[in-house]
């Protein structure tokens, strides 16, 4: 079975520049998680997708910070503008059902010079 | 916010011993899951433990639950140096999944 697949895997950007990372699920997940983990620390959830429904979206920085599933599947997150403190891992998960064991993806690591 | 708050944050120990993780977390949940993270490599799922039961096994791995004191303990026994590794708790509050802080853990060879 085909795991998680994340884009690009490394992406440096200058501050107040706009980045994106792409998301594919595993096939027949209804459920994806996008998380930041900034070095030394534990993952923190930005947003949770059921299908093509937003979940919680409570930690994510929405003045800047933008994510969208369409059609349920692909996913998407974007920064725009970028700032320092963006400077993380960003990971897409995905399972079969709210809760239940994810599958993580390698991780988009993003630096912000 | 985070969730959950592993302890220790760091444990060394040598090839063979036994290693213990605790987790605490703040409200109800519903499960709670332990996920390694190796250096550089994304999070692997180890277990799952559910509200209504105590203790899980898998392996050389064991969890329990204690839901009235809200903590859960992971326990790798007979440690190798590949289990040198972060290892994080996740709960399961509102069909979401948020971790702690992990525990760095090296088994010396």
């Known amino acids: 079975e085909a795991g998680v697949a994340q884009s690009p895997r490394y992406k440096i950007i200058e501050k107040r520049q706009s980045v994106a990372f792409w998301c594919n699920p595993i096939s027949g997940h209804a459920t994806l998680y996008w998380y930041q983990q900034i070095l030394g620390q534990g993952p923190k959830l930005l947003i949770q997708?059921?299908?093509?429904?937003?979940?919680?979206d409570s930690q994510l920085p929405k003045d800047r910070f933008s994510a969208e599933r369409l059609k349920g599947v692909d996913s998407t997150l974007k920064i725009q503008p970028a700032k320092l403190e963006d400077s993380a891992v960003y990971l897409c998960a995905s399972s079969f059902k709210s809760g239940g064991e994810a599958f993580f993806g390698q991780g988009t690591r993003l630096t912000v010079v | 916010s985070q969730q959950g708050e592993e302890d220790p944050q760091a444990l060394s120990i040598q090839e063979g011993e036994n290693a213990t993780m605790n987790c605490s977390y703040k409200t109800s949940i519903n499960n709670l899951q332990w996920y390694r993270q190796n250096s550089g490599r994304g999070l692997v799922h180890l277990i799952l433990i559910r509200s209504n039961e105590r203790e899980k096994h898998s392996g050389r791995l064991r969890v329990t639950l204690d839901t009235s004191k809200k903590s859960s303990s992971l326990l790798i026994t007979a440690s190798r140096a590949a289990d040198t590794a972060s290892y994080f708790c996740?709960?399961?509050?509102?069909?979401?999944?948020?971790f702690g802080a992990g525990t760095r853990l090296t088994v010396k060879p």
């Open positions: 996740a709960t399961d509050v509102k069909n979401d999944m948020r």
């Open positions: 997708f059921q299908n093509n429904g937003v979940v919680d």
